[in-house]
Structures are given as structure tokens and as C-alpha cells.
């Protein structure tokens, strides 16, 4: 079949005979195993799960959260030991929130089935499994394959192309997993062509540099329409639109998914976990990773437990921590350095590389640029890397932007040609972020303006309707004192009467108001009646007080008698006076 030859790429050391001298293994299971409620692309999970919770193997711990989310599912049975911030792999070292899970030893599986018949099954419910499954793209950025694999009435697919390339250096875990799982990944993708409608088109895209991976999948492909298609080794031969225009020689526009032209991409990896979803009703709690380098004993691949820490991995392959330079989680080209071993194992991971100095030294100083162009030249993605690296120094976001900063694929190539070390994809990477950060304040900008001009339109039109009101009254009195001049002795009259019955609704309102004698008289004896009560105890404190009392308590209980004594005499005072008032009586 024709193929393509794409612009720029380098031939770097392969270095992966290293790592295929040995089969697929398995790790001894882990004490415990870290979950990142975030190993893809799009807002992280949310826990469903509580600390001290017993769960099972393959059992949900965190549901997704919303459409671009995937969930997260047990790798292994135990107890939830802990939901808090933890180190996660990241160049930085950054904190993110995690699922601790202690293992009970027992690996105890949850009840779990595949789909009966997948071929009756309809893509809706496939897709809706695969999403349930926790399967994100494990070939790069961890893009959510459900949605990958839902892309519209409007854009009707005719190619499925299976990303088998893995170019990168040092790599095979992707080229392990063909060679001792073929035909599960062939099932796979069958599965995958279901979903999307059966594309008349269908290949696998291999460089020519894995002849046994070759002639593993050419005996499951008769009969099937899928077409193995090998080409040139070439680094980044495997990026997605790199790989499109290889096989098909068609360019994906800047800014445009495959999709919009009739393709979907997906990585082996991929393939096999959608396998193990739908058939046999497995979640994606592993993943094949390849362990590495010059400080490692033993360089092979091991299906790991998503959730592993590296250093559990390192243990396990003899590791020399004094013989290595770094530990990389990734390739060499578009891997990044660890700050600790520590840290999980994610679905993206392919690799942990842990090379000696004489494989990776310790990286000399950047030098001025020398403007040599060999940058330029190996760019995959025909960009001007050099012009790119100026505004990036100066954070010129908008010729960055107009040079199509994020049409760059980041996978190194120019910073490896450069012959003054300079690290460029560094400088991008900071200003994708940069910008990306400009964009979010942007939004965050326009949405508070908005909520301000809304907010003074409503001032603006609160003002208004006041001043119609007083505009009203103002004409509405206006009008009530042109008819009294109209009419001055109907108006006077008029208004007397209205003084009039005005201050005898007044008059009515006070003699409404006012007590009766009578009840006022009852109001002074229930007074009465309270402060003899309330002196009565008083003398009654005094008189049981014994002895023992101090003089300072004995004054007091003294002093409360005759504050008692007092107010029963002005009590009585007062019912005199009113009774000398309403009776004409003398008061004795």
C-alpha cells in the first residue's frame, strides 16, 4: 500500500532490543496502590467511595464528572485508606487528589460480564460501556475514548486508522502487547469498526522496525478488511496527524480533529482495553508498561496496575539508584523527569526510564541560538521553531498565536537537533500555558463585564421607572391644584371638612386606646399583690439564714428586704392616688 513521507523527523537511538528479550510480566501485587482521580484529559472524578470502605477488584471508586470525565475503578480488592492530596507524576511535583487503597492480598475480582452478543449490541451501548470502563486514550494525552468514538451524525466516518507505530525511543510496550496479544487487539478493533459504522477503510500503521509484531497480526487480519500498512522508521512518525498524512497523504487542517474529515485515530493500547470492556466486562485497572534503561537490571515489560508507584516497579527490576541519571516517565523525547519515585503509574504511562549517565547525562547549559535553522528542518509539523522561541522570550501571545504555537506536537525533535541545547519545547510548553492562562482570565474578564453592564442596566432602569412615578404625581398634582383654583369655595369647604374628620379619627384612635379606671385600679392591685409576694421571700431568706452567713451576706439579704418593703409602699401610693383621683376620696 502507498504511504506518505512527512516533512522534517530525526533518527535518534532506537534502544529497545533492551526490553523485548523478555515476555509480558506481572508485578508482585503492591501494599498499597495511589488512584489520580485525574489521568485524563478533562475535569478530574469525583470519589463515590469513603475511607475505611471495603471494595473489589474492578469496582467503581469515582464517577465521572460530566461529558469530557472518565471514572475510576479499583485495581485491586482491600480497604480505602485514604482520599487526600498526593504527589502525582508531573514534572513540577504538584499535589492533585487521589484514592490510597491498602490491598487485602485476596485480588478479589467484582462480578463482572461482557457483552453476550457484540455484534448485535448497538453502538450507543457500546460506547456507553467503553465510557463506564474508565478507558481514556493511552497512547498520548488521555483524551476520553468515548467521546473520541462519538463523533456525530454530521461527521459520518470512513477511516479507522490503529495507531501501532510507538516511535519513540526505547518504548515496546505497544510492540510486546501485538506480539503476545494479536488477537484480542484484532477483536478489538472489530469491536471499535462496529461503533462507528463499519469504515470501508481500516489500517494499522507500523514501522518497519517491528517485524515480529508484523507477522503476529498479518494471520488475524485475513478476511477481516483490516490492513497492516508498515513504512519507514521515523521519529515522531506516531503523532496522530503525522501518522494520518503517512498512510492517507491527507493534512489535517490547524485546529481540526480527525474527524471532521472522516477519520478517527486510535492507539493499540486502546484497542485492548475496549476488547477487555466489552467481552469480558474488565475496567481499565492495567495497563502494559515498559520498565527500562542502563540503572535497570532487568529491562522488560510488566502489565501494571494502574495505581502502582514507580518505585514499587524500580524494586522489582534491579534497580542502581547511584548508576542513574534520572528516572523519566515517558520516552527520552517527549517524556519528563520525576522528582521522586514515589509517585503512581496512570493510564497514559508507558514507559519509566531509568538510563545511566552514559545514556542520558546531565544536561549542559543553553548557549545563544546561532540561527543555523536545523530546528526548522526537523520540525514534523513544518512550523519555524526558531521565530516561535523569540516570542516566546518576549511573550509576544499574539505572534505566537499567528505562528500556530499549538500546532506544535511538542515531541522534541528540535530541541534534540539544536546545537546549542537550547530546550524548546520548554519555552512552548510555558507559553501554551501562558496563553491558555491569558484565555481563562479573558473569559473570567468578559463574564464579570457582562454581570457589570447587566447590573447598571438595571440601575439604569430602576431610575427610570422612579422618575415616570414621580413624574406622575407630579402631574397628578398638578392637575389637583389647577381643578381647586377652578373651584375655590367648593375646595375650601372641602377641605375643613377633611381637617375635621381627620382630627376626629385622631380623637377616636386616643379614646380607643385609653384604659378604663377600673382596669387601671386592677393593674395597681396585681402590683400590689407581686411586691408583697417578692417581700414575703425576702424576709423568709433572711429569717432561714443561719449562722454561718457572713456579715457581707446577711447585709445583702437585709438590703433586698427593704428594696422589697420600698416598692410595695410606692405600689400602694400609687393605687391611693389613683383612687383619691377617680373617687374623690382622702387618703388616710
Known amino acids: 500500500m502507498k504511504t506518505w513521507v512527512t516533512p522534517g523527523g530525526v533518527h535518534p537511538p532506537e534502544n529497545k532490543h533492551q526490553s523485548l528479550t523478555m515476555p509480558i510480566a506481572t508485578l508482585p ?30 469496582q467503581k471508586i469515582a464517577e465521572a464528572n460530566g461529558p469530557l470525565s472518565v471514572p475510576m475503578h479499583a485495581p485491586t480488592s482491600g480497604i480505602i485508606s485514604a482520599i487526600e492530596h498526593r504527589p502525582i507524576a508531573h514534572s513540577s511535583g504538584m499535589l492533585a487528589p487521589c484514592i490510597e487503597i491498602t490491598s487485602d492480598g485476596r485480588d478479589k475480582w467484582k462480578k463482572h460480564d461482557g457483552f453476550e452478543d457484540v455484534e448485535n449490541a448497538t453502538p450507543a451501548a457500546l460506547v456507553k460501556a467503553i465510557g463506564e470502563a474508565g478507558i481514556a486514550g493511552m497512547g498520548g494525552a488521555g483524551f476520553p475514548s468515548a467521546i473520541k468514538l462519538s463523533p456525530g451524525y454530521q461527521r459520518p466516518i470512513h477511516t479507522l486508522i490503529v495507531n501501532a507505530t510507538e516511535c519513540e525511543p526505547y518504548i515496546t510496550a505497544d510492540d510486546s502487547a501485538i506480539r503476545e496479544r494479536a488477537a484480542e487487539i484484532i477483536e478489538g478493533i472489530g469491536i471499535l469498526s462496529h461503533i462507528l459504522g463499519n469504515p470501508s477503510n481500516i489500517m494499522i500503521g507500523i514501522e518497519d522496525n517491528k517485524p515480529e509484531a508484523i507477522a503476529a497480526l498479518e494471520p488475524h487480519v485475513v478476511d477481516t478488511g483490516i490492513s497492516v500498512v508498515s513504512f519507514p522508521t521515523k521519529y515522531p512518525s506516531g503523532g496522530e496527524k503525522q501518522l494520518i498524512y503517512i498512510l492517507t497523504g491527507k493534512e489535517i487542517p490547524s485546529g481540526d480533529l480527525p474527524a471532521d474529515i472522516g477519520m478517527v485515530c486510535v492507539n493499540i493500547g486502546t484497542t485492548y482495553a475496549v476488547k477487555r470492556a466489552i467481552v469480558d466486562g474488565e475496567p481499565l485497572i492495567s495497563r502494559v508498561t515498559t520498565m527500562t534503561g542502563d540503572a535497570c537490571g532487568i529491562n522488560r515489560n510488566y502489565e501494571t496496575l494502574i495505581g502502582t508507584s514507580v518505585s514499587h516497579m524500580l524494586a522489582n527490576s534491579e534497580f542502581n539508584q547511584d548508576g542513574c541519571s534520572r528516572l523519566v516517565m515517558g520516552g527520552p523525547m517527549m517524556g519528563f523527569s520525576l522528582t521522586s519515585a514515589d509517585v503512581p503509574i496512570v493510564k497514559t504511562t508507558n514507559c519509566i526510564l531509568a538510563p545511566s549517565y ?53 515531541c522534541g525533535a528540535c530541541s534534540y537537533v539544536c546545537p546549542s541545547n537550547i530546550p524548546l519545547v520548554q519555552h512552548y510548553r510555558h507559553s501554551k500555558g501562558e496563553i491558555q492562562k491569558a484565555r481563562a482570565e479573558k473569559v473570567r474578564s468578559d463574564h464579570a463585564r457582562e454581570r457589570f453592564e447587566f447590573h447598571q442596566q438595571r440601575i439604569e432602569q430602576a431610575e427610570k ?7 406622575a404625581r407630579r402631574e397628578a398634582a398638578e392637575q389637583a391644584k389647577a381643578k381647586a383654583a377652578a373651584s375655590p369655595d367648593k375646595s375650601a369647604s372641602t377641605a375643613g371638612g377633611g381637617a375635621a374628620d381627620i382630627i376626629a379619627a385622631a380623637q377616636a384612635r386616643a379614646a380607643a386606646k385609653k384604659v378604663s379606671p377600673e382596669q387601671q385600679q386592677a393593674k395597681f392591685e396585681r402590683s400590689i399583690a407581686g411586691a408583697e409576694m417578692r417581700l414575703q421571700m425576702a424576709e423568709e431568706k433572711l429569717a432561714d439564714a443561719g449562722e454561718g452567713q457572713t456579715d457581707e451576706q446577711n447585709n445583702i439579704l437585709t438590703a433586698a428586704v427593704e428594696g422589697a418593703r420600698q416598692k ?12 383619691k383621683q377617680h373617687n374623690g376620696e382622702q387618703v388616710d
Not at 495511589?34 to 470502605?53: D, F, R, W
Not at 421607572?465 to 413624574?471: C, F, N, S, V
Open 29 to 58: 501485587l503492591p501494599e498499597k496502590l495511589l488512584i489520580p482521580l485525574s489521568q485524563h484529559i478533562g475535569t478530574p472524578a469525583v470519589p463515590c467511595v469513603e475511607v475505611g470502605k471495603k471494595v473489589l477488584k474492578g
Open 358 to 410: 552514559e545514556e542520558i547525562p546531565e544536561d549542559d547549559p543553553a548557549q545563544p541560538c546561532i540561527r543555523c535553522g536545523m530546528c526548522a528542518e526537523a520540525c514534523p509539523v513544518s512550523l519555524l521553531p526558531q521565530q516561535l522561541f523569540w516570542y516566546s522570550q518576549a511573550d509576544d501571545h499574539e505572534r505566537l498565536e499567528a505562528h500556530n504555537l499549538f500546532d506544535c506536537i511538542e
Open 465 to 471: 421607572d422612579k422618575e415616570a412615578k414621580r413624574a
Open 568 to 579: 410595695l409602699e410606692q405600689a400602694k401610693g400609687r393605687l391611693a392616688e389613683h383612687i
